[in-house]
Structure formats: C-alpha cells, structure tokens
C-alpha cells in the first residue's frame, strides 16, 4: 500500500468548490469516484503521522528535528524554541509565518549567541534552562538541563501559525518559562539584528515560540515484530513501536523526516518521489496556505498533488505495482480518509464525484 498523509484539504463546502471550479483534477477525481471515503482520523497532521506509524500523539517534535538535522540521537529532553514575529493588534496578539522572516545564518547566529547568555553574557535567559541549538536559521532547539520540566499546555507551532495565540499560557507551572520569554522579548527587542531588518522594511524576531518537548527512547530495529502501538516509558520517553509497516518515508517536514531517521526508514525528501510499496508520504504543501487562505499558492500546490503524486499513484495501481492508495486527510473539525484499492477500479458503475465530498461538515 502507499499512504499520503495530506493536511489542508478539508475546507467549507462553498470554499472548496470556488477554490476548485476550473482545476483539472482526473486522478483525485477518480480515487474519489471508485475509493471509500470515511470521516475519520485526527484532525492534525503529525497526530495523523504518528497514529499511522502505531505511535502517540503529540509527538516529541524537537528531538525528531534534531535526528532530521543529522544530529546524533540522544536522549536528552528538547524543547523547540523557534524565533518568530508576533503581529500586535488592537485586541489581540498574532503570531506571523516564520517563513516570512527569511532569517539568514548570520542574522541567527547573532540573535542566539544574545538569547543564550551561557555563551558570551553573565546573566541570563536560557543559562538555569538549557543550551541552545541552532538546527537552521529558523529551527531553534534547547537541550534542557536535566531538572528542568517542559512547559505546559504548548501550542505546536504548524498550529498556531496566522491565529491569535500567545506563546505560553499563564500556568503556574510556566512561571519560569514566561520570565525567560519576557527577558528574550527584551533582548530582541532592541537587537542590532532587529534594528537592521526594521530599517530595512523586513518582519523582525521580537518572540521565541516553546514547543514540541520531549525525549525519544533508544532506536532499534522494527523487523520481524507485530505492529502495536508505541508507549512512553515511565521517564516519558518515546518508545520504538514495533512492525512499522513501511520502508520508505518521503518529506520535507523537518519533524516527519526526523520520525523516518528514528524509525530506522528510508527516508528521503519529496522531491525524489519515490512511488513503492511499503511507503508513507508527508505531503504538507497544502497546510500552510489553507490555514493562511492563501488561495493561488494552495491551488498551485493542489495542481503539484496531482500532478506529481496522485495521477502516478494512480498509473502504477492500475498497473498493479501496488494493492492500495490510502490518503489521510487531516483538517478540521475531523479529517478524512480515502481509501482506493485495485480491485474497487472495477466498479464502473459509480458516478464522477467532486472535490466538494471532501468538504467539512
């Protein structure tokens, strides 16, 4: 079987059937007309990632990461803590797309180098918590130190993107989690780093984003073990499940490539779109734009779906390379699931159906 794992494609009914008028779509058209279609799975797309692979959600998403950037695995509690902007608006606090920051090396370099004061300052933000780790300009982990908790009730940043949302709730618990964020938020507001890019008309980093804690358990083998469901030790780490049902992951997402490396996957990017059995794809194209209502970069991303994924999917199905397409289909208030196997292309007496089935509720 092959799986797409697809977030971003459940919309109202009216929307999507403004957004997909005019768009050719014979191959997604055909696994609707012949495949089952069910209202069901998580309504994320990394829960959605890790119930398909027999795993817990919310998933540890800072030490994936970390495995992604070709880090050794350890099992060292992380916390992601990712520079971002944070638009302030007349009754509400919105946090921007961390891609429109563009941050280059240096420029991340120098903001972290001033946000971890173990480094080169006396007192400070992040020394009693953890060290900070650039994984790229705009992924930013923190080891933390062994009797330092997580804050609570994070909100995973892919989530939170374009909402009104602050970074941490008041929970007595995050007392010294917000004191370090208000110490940062001082620091950066008056960054010679900041002061350039507001001189020269560019979004600047006035926040840091805590996200995605926890600990992965030691990695190992899944060959020749049924598929349960994984658990987290007493500690909280993640543990190995057992019998992953595929050998291939293809992603761009730093988190889902980082889960393949763990796994023990082949694990590679999408654009080498590698069509076998046995594989998962994460195709996050779609999220971003949907939860921004960015609608020509969501319709170009469809087309690339289409295009590049499921039209070849659907080729060596009928070819009979492989027994079934499965789609996962995250959104809210619930996903969806579509599921295509060879024999169902028989059915030719089912009728054409449009994008619209897919809309929510």
């Known amino acids: 079987m092959l799986t797409l794992i697809v977030p971003g494609l459940i919309w109202p009914q009216q929307a999507l059937a403004d957004l997909t008028r005019d768009l050719a779509l014979p191959a997604f058209g055909a696994l609707l007309r012949y495949g089952q279609l069910t209202p069901d799975g998580p309504h994320d797309a990394h829960a959605a990632l890790a119930a398909t692979v027999g795993l817990s959600a919310p998933l540890p998403a800072a030490a994936l990461r970390g495995l992604a950037s070709r880090r050794t695995p350890d099992e060292s509690c992380w ?96 007392r010294v989690w917000l004191a370090a964020l208000n110490e940062a938020q001082m620091v950066l507001h008056e960054h010679p780093v900041n002061r350039a890019r507001e001189a020269a008309g560019r979004p600047v980093v006035n926040s840091l984003w805590p996200w995605g804690g926890g600990r992965l358990g030691a990695s190992r083998s899944t060959e020749g073990h049924p598929w349960i469901p994984g658990q987290a030790r007493n500690d909280g780490a ?109 059915r030719f007496w089912r009728s054409p159906a449009p994008l619209t089935r897919l809309a929510s509720p």
């Open 79 to 174: 916390l992601a803590l990712d520079p971002v902007h944070l638009h302030l608006e007349q009754t509400r606090v919105r946090l921007g797309d961390p891609q429109q920051l563009a941050l280059d090396e240096t420029e991340a370099e120098q903001l972290a180098v001033s946000l971890a004061p173990a480094l080169c300052v006396p007192s400070g933000t992040f020394r009693a918590l953890g060290e900070l780790v650039r994984l790229t300009p705009s992924l930013w982990n923190l080891r933390l130190d062994p009797d330092v908790p997580p804050p609570v009730q994070t909100t995973p940043l892919p989530q939170a993107i374009g909402r009104a949302v602050t970074p941490l709730p008041a929970a007595p618990a995050n």
């Open 238 to 346: 993640l543990v190995m499940p057992h019998g992953v049902p595929y050998r291939h992951l293809l992603a761009d997402d730093a988190l889902a490539s980082g889960l393949g490396r763990w796994l023990e996957l082949d694990t590679r990017p999408l654009g080498e779109r590698t069509l076998a059995p046995a594989t998962l794809v994460f195709y996050a194209a779609l999220a971003l734009p949907a939860q921004l209502g960015e609608a020509t970069r969501w319709r170009d991303a469809l087309l690339a779906l289409e295009r590049d994924w499921l039209a070849p999917a659907l080729a060596i199905l009928r070819e009979g390379h492989i027994e079934a397409i499965h789609l996962l289909l995250p959104g809210e208030p619930q996903g969806r699931q579509l599921l295509l196997r060879r024999r169902d292309l028989l």
